[in-house]
């Protein structure tokens, strides 16, 4: 989202911003669905968190599909508790933009999720995406199962085949049981249904996932 150069390297825990330990305010609505943004959800729904570069973007192409019941955009990955978005870019926090998808596994399957996870982005840019620079921009996974973390790192394997046989680099996605999510400032969730014309800098490797 900011163009400035950003660090490069996770900080350590030690050298992290604190935070604080008040939650961030926010409207449990969805802009575009009108389904809650926070829990509690529906017995029968699952979730997980991906980080494609800037959240705004990513968010727009997971709440538009079928069997996705509500997003969100914050932040995880890191260690500042309750971070703001000018934390997160200072690079202080190791935290990732990420979105939260809650999703109905009986219409819309974590294969399909995943699908659209790896072609919708460039998985191999390390701490970046495109034009945004930093370590929150990183491609991540944030995993809520065991099932859900093996799978991740089986369609990375088979992406990555896809990807090296096309002359693309090695995958550099981040995946890993997920931690603690923070929910992003209130004018941060579906952003681009807000505002249309905003920025989107999502862009993937025309190889198609199989």
Same mark, same amino acid.
């Given at each position: ?6 660090? @490069? ?17 926010? *409207?449990?609505?969805? $802009? ?6 926070? #829990?509690?959800? #529906?017995?029968? @729904?699952?979730?997980? $968190? ?20 509500? /997003? ?10 309750? #971070? ?8 202080? /926090? ?11 596994? /009986?219409?819309?399957?974590? /294969?399909? *999720?995943?699908? %659209? ?5 460039? #998985? ?28 991740? @790192? ?8 896809? %990807? ?22 209130? $004018? ?13 800098? *999502?862009?993937? @490797? ?5």
């Amino acid at each position: 989202m900011k163009l400035s150069l950003k660090k @490069l390297v996770m900080p350590e825990s030690s050298a992290a911003l604190p935070g604080r330990n008040i939650q961030m305010n926010i *409207l449990n609505k969805h $802009y575009v669905t009108g389904q809650p943004i926070a #829990p509690p959800f #529906p017995d029968n @729904l699952k979730q997980v $968190y991906f980080g494609m570069g800037c959240f705004w973007g990513a968010e727009r192409k997971f709440w538009q599909c079928m069997g996705v019941f509500s /997003t969100a955009v914050g932040y995880s990955g890191g260690y500042t508790l309750n #971070p703001t978005y000018d934390e997160v870019c200072s690079g202080l /926090t190791g935290h990732n933009e990420v979105v939260k998808v809650i999703y109905d596994p /009986t219409i819309i399957s974590f /294969t399909e *999720l995943l699908k %659209l996870f790896w072609i919708s982005h460039n #998985p191999t840019q390390g701490m970046r995406q495109g034009n945004d620079i930093g370590t929150q921009y990183r491609s991540a996974i944030y995993t809520e199962s065991e099932e859900q973390f093996n799978e991740a @790192l089986a369609s990375k394997n088979n992406y990555q085949q896809l %990807l090296t046989q096309a002359g693309f680099d090695q995958i550099t996605t981040e995946i890993i049981p997920a931690t603690v999510f923070y929910y992003a400032e209130d $004018y941060h969730q579906q952003y681009l249904a807000k505002e249309p014309m905003g920025y989107c800098g *999502l862009g993937g @490797l025309g190889v198609n996932f199989k």
